[in-house]
């Protein structure tokens, strides 16, 4: 009885968020539908295909990646959310992530799925309301503050090592047999391609990470 | 007044910007009577939205920089729309500057006619929203079959919790990898003295915070853990841009080989 509630819950959430998604696209293609409309000025369509032709492979390949990797990650509801609102990697994921540590719940539970999307719901809607004060409020005084000259640059820079060694410590205590594996592989890794971003350089990390895992269980060393 | 932030485009912003903010507040609640039903405390609900909150900040302050940073050339509104939606910090910069490379323009002069600035608009939005084609028809098919295979890893050993585990830490050791190895295009940000000193501090602090908690039963302040922690790595980062001379702060592997 009680597995057939958890996949009614879980059924409810994919029934959501399929409609939410085709909201959302709808939603988002009028913003350039809207603005032609509006400003009666449509672009030369050949000229958008120049640029799209350029993008297209890199952010469409880059989806089809992300929805992969992600959605085991972040949950049912809390993938379908992210989607929408964006900056995953840098935002959403450490917080869905951080959220399931803290409360001591397993993703894909659904006790798991419950605080991740409860996290990635909260963290958008602080973005939200903190980009909204910016650009209403502080817009020329944020300009100021992470100007490249301004004494707080380097916090804003720096950024990403300090929300990801803040979420890795306690990971790593907790498992640190298999962690040292992924992170000599991810800077092997870069030796090689300095630049690859983050969100490619995951892919290596994590079946590093994962192939670690079970060759060290198989050795019964964890 | 400038097309770009004139009131039909604030109009546009808050439509887009509602539909999201709605999205989430109904998730929120569907979550949160879960949560009940399930019997998980309202306590460990409201921690993970107040430690959600301040996580938060300080990523989306980065955000709204960006939103600054197009906004010379494309006004504030499209850049507050497209970063408060969809958007990416890196995909909106190189979508805008694509589209006006084409046009023979940059992202350092402003945008003054409204075709070139549709255009951007309809890169910006084609690049971004396919993941959102890709949902209703992938999302459950994958969230089942590795629901199953934890579920099966389970039934016979615990490899379920370590290889969920493991997932994890493959995407932190990116992370750490590039504070410990990596180059950016524009070389603001490679791995070097500083990134390395805020990635130790933010784990140092994180560690001593969590035994803290863990030996006192600070249950009120394990929530803040984390955030603090993020802010002690930036506060470093600020400390020794500050305290260094520039040729050491700024000193970086990359630019010694």
Known sequence: ?222 | MDFKESGFMYGLAVFVIGFVVVESVFFIVKAFKRGRELGLSKEKMKNAAISSALFTVAPALSILATVIALAGALGIVLPWIRLSVIGNLAYETVASETMLEVFGASLKQPVTDPSQFGAVAWVMTLGTSFALVLLPFFCKTIHKKVGQTVAKSEKTSKAGDVLAAAAFIGIIAAFIARAINGKTEDGVGDAGLMSIATLLTSMAVSLILETVCAKFSLTKLQPFAMPIAMFAGMGMAVLLGLALPESVAAWTWWRQI
């Open chain 1, 1 to 222: 009885m009680k597995n057939k509630t958890e996949r009614t819950y879980f059924d409810r959430v994919h029934t959501w968020g399929r409609l939410w998604s085709v909201g959302a696209l709808i939603t988002l293609l009028l913003v350039p539908v809207s603005i032609c409309v509006h400003f009666n000025a449509w672009p030369p369509m050949q000229e958008v295909f120049k640029a799209l032709i350029k993008v297209l492979p890199i952010y469409w390949g880059t989806a089809v990646v992300e929805v992969l990797t992600y959605t085991p990650m972040l949950g049912a509801g809390g993938t379908y959310l992210s989607f929408v609102s964006g900056n995953i990697t840098n935002l959403k994921l450490p917080c869905g992530l951080s959220a399931m540590e803290n409360a001591g719940v397993k993703a894909n539970s659904e006790e798991g799925e419950v605080i991740s999307t409860i996290a990635i719901g909260v963290s958008e809607i602080t973005t939200t309301v903190i980009i909204a004060a910016g650009v209403l409020l502080f817009a020329p005084f944020l300009g100021t503050l992470t100007d490249p000259d301004s004494v707080f640059s380097p916090a804003f820079t720096y950024v990403l090592p300090a929300l990801f060694g803040a979420l890795g410590a306690g990971y790593f205590r907790k498992h640190w047999r298999i962690s040292v594996f992924p992170i000599l592989i991810g800077i092997a890794v870069l030796l090689f391609a300095p630049t690859l971003p983050a969100g490619t350089l995951l892919f290596a990390t994590i079946v590093a990470s994962i192939g670690g895992a079970l060759v060290f269980m198989k050795l019964k060393w964890i």
